[in-house]
């Protein structure tokens, strides 16, 4: 049963031995060359199973792969069973995607989509979800857009609990890196905040 559209794959419900799961299969492009569409799917098949076992390390609940088709580029992984948390958002949840985000950090890994719609509930436990447009990066500036995006859903999806809300998380975030890293990375925040007004001011 398909459960939405992507603009870059489509999410199914299925089952796999008997069990609930979720099929996401990345769609060929018709405006691409089959031979570099094929490479393209392929390739980002891969990389995002390699991601989520990535974050798995770190220390993140996330979907459990099942298999893998890179030919095909199909993902069948785990069914989480909860509600999304961009609909039950709490001061709680919002310091626990923020010490989430800092384990990513410590490990290299950028989520690159740290929106509320990518966290699901689970009998209290938060798992994050698609890892498509992850990457490995240290770079602090990489990790400063992580958060603001999660700043800026905050203020847009949530906006009557913004402050409480995006205090617990740098709450959260602080209590994996410390306050010194911390501030360096709102720093960058700050300054890549001001970058794009100067742009749309320019």
Known sequence: MLLRRGAEADIYLTTWYDKKAISKIRVSKKYRHKTLDDKIRKHRTIHEANMLSSAKIA????????????????????????????????????????????LLH????????????????????????????????ARIED???DIRLFKRIINSAHKSIYK?????????????????RMNRILENVI??????????IS
């Open 143 to 145: 990790q400063a857009v």
């Open 59 to 102: 220390g993140i609940r996330s979907p459990f792969l099942y298999f893998v088709d890179p030919f095909n580029g199909e993902i069948i992984m785990e069914y989480v069973n909860g509600m999304n948390a961009k609909d039950v958002i709490t001061p709680r949840t919002c310091f626990k995607i923020g010490e989430y985000a800092a």
């Open 191 to 200: 300054e890549i905040e001001n970058r794009g007004r100067y742009t749309m």
């Open 164 to 180: 409480v809300a995006f205090s617990h998380f740098i709450k959260g975030y602080s209590s994996i890196v410390g306050e010194k």
């Open 106 to 137: 410590t490990h290299c890994i950028i989520h690159n989509d740290l929106t509320t719609s990518n966290f699901v509930v689970d009998n209290g436990e938060l798992v994050l979800l698609d890892f498509g447009l992850s990457y490995h990066s």
